[in-house]
């Protein structure tokens, strides 16, 4: 018992940096998953508890910009979320490699690990709050990729880009905000001066914005969950 014991430790303490994350590093993706995962679970209670079959469930997004990474739309196809490219025909197959790319997420999922290890932090994309099933998010998100200015010139608007999106999506006008929020309720965003932070995008007749400590909350949670296991492990010793 005491051999099996110490080659436990042993092989602990041989462990790789690069396979332990620091605990700042786990505090950010537990605030990060409270945010993002917390109201999709509070919302399912409700449902439940009111015997709701009529709304749809709230579900939880990532729209990513492959020209960030060209990783992106090759791990997308290759995990088991569904995911989409918002360009289609022509311009997927010859943009697909930098064009946006939604994705549902879902929690403990290998894709929403694979965001908040590799992409979280580095302006990737904006996190999405919706009712709506994927397909036809699509349909809604695509509306926006072109916006036309005052000259009638065309432009691409890469709005999923969160630096870009905190700074010009609050400025849409009335018509703007009622056509680009229909169905969606809720829009993250990293805030690029500063990742442990993230901003809450909603409308409520204007457009809100709510800034999150997500480090914070993740310190928070990570010491619950530190003394939870201590009275756990105190009364396993206490039972033996």
């Given at each position: 018992m005491q051999d099996r014991e110490r080659w436990r430790q042993d092989m602990t303490l041989d462990l790789p940096d690069s396979?332990?994350?620091?605990?700042e590093q786990?505090?950010?993706?537990?605030?990060?998953?409270?945010?993002i995962f917390d109201p999709i679970e509070e919302d399912a209670k409700r449902r439940r508890d009111e015997?709701?079959?009529?709304?749809?469930?709230l579900?939880?997004?990532?729209?990513?910009?492959a020209a960030q990474s060209p990783d992106i739309p090759i791990c997308l196809e290759g995990f088991s979320n569904?995911?989409?490219c918002l360009f289609d025909g022509d311009a997927y197959d010859n943009l697909a490699e930098v064009a946006p790319w939604l994705?549902?997420?879902?929690?403990?999922?290998?894709?929403?690990?694979?965001?908040?290890?590799?992409?979280?932090g580095k302006d990737w994309g904006i996190l999405i709050h919706s009712r709506l099933p994927l397909p036809r998010l699509k349909t809604q998100l695509k509306r926006f990729l072109r916006v036309e200015d005052?000259?009638?010139?065309?432009?691409?608007?890469?709005?999923?880009?969160?630096?870009?999106f905190n700074k010009y999506v609050p400025r849409f006008d009335s018509i703007q905000r009622s056509t680009f929020w229909r169905e969606i309720e809720a829009i993250y965003s990293?805030?690029?001066?500063?990742?442990?932070k993230l901003i809450r995008h909603h409308l409520d007749g204007e457009h809100v914005e709510q800034e999150y400590d997500i480090l914070s909350t993740g310190r928070r949670r990570l010491k619950t969950s530190f003394e939870l296991n201590n009275i756990s492990g105190a009364y396993s010793q206490i039972e033996r």
């Open positions: 396979l332990t994350a620091s605990p786990e505090a950010l993706a537990l605030g990060l998953e409270h945010l015997s709701d079959e009529t709304t749809p469930p579900r939880a997004y990532a729209l990513l910009d569904p995911a989409r994705v549902e997420l879902t929690r403990y999922s290998d894709v929403w690990d694979w965001f908040v290890e590799e992409g979280y005052e000259d009638s010139d065309v432009y691409f608007f890469k709005y999923y880009r969160p630096e870009i990293e805030y690029h001066r500063d990742p442990q």
